[in-house]
Nanobody, 119 residues
Framework: QVDVVESGGGLVQAGESLRLSCVASGTIRNLDSMGWYRQAPENQRELVATMSIGGITDYATSVAGRFTISRDNAKNTAYLKMNSLKPEDTGVYYC?????????????WGQGTQVTVSS
């Protein structure tokens, strides 16, 4: 079992920055991917950014150039630095980790952290 906990959300004004953290704990063998997703009210959850264990990243077009994902494999922790925030970045940000063991991969999600950007 892997537990995932996000932190770092809050209320900011447009143009400001935030850094989110995601910590995975429990019985972990291999964290293949760690990523961030967000969900705005009445919208579907969407990908924000992911990073593989090898450092390959993928960003949503809407955040590329403003957000940066990073991870500390030794600490099973991922970060999302968000710069130049816009009101449309508002939503609940969720961390998802993909853990594999004996050839089987499984997704684990956190409870989310709220990010609100005022105009």
């Amino acid at each position: 079992q892997v537990d995932v906990v996000e932190s770092g959300g809050g209320l900011v004004q447009a143009g400001e920055s935030l850094r989110l953290s995601c910590v995975a704990s429990g019985t972990i063998r291999n964290l293949d991917s760690m990523g961030w997703y967000r969900q705005a009210p009445e919208n579907q959850r969407e990908l924000v950014a992911t990073m593989s264990i090898g450092g390959i990243t993928d960003y949503a077009t809407s955040v590329a150039g403003r957000f940066t994902i990073s991870r500390d494999n030794a600490k099973n922790t991922a970060y999302l630095k968000m710069n130049s925030l816009k009101p449309e970045d508002t939503g609940v940000y969720y961390c998802k980790v993909i853990e594999s063991r004996w050839g089987v991969s499984r997704d684990y999600w956190g409870q989310g952290t709220q990010v609100t950007v005022s105009s």
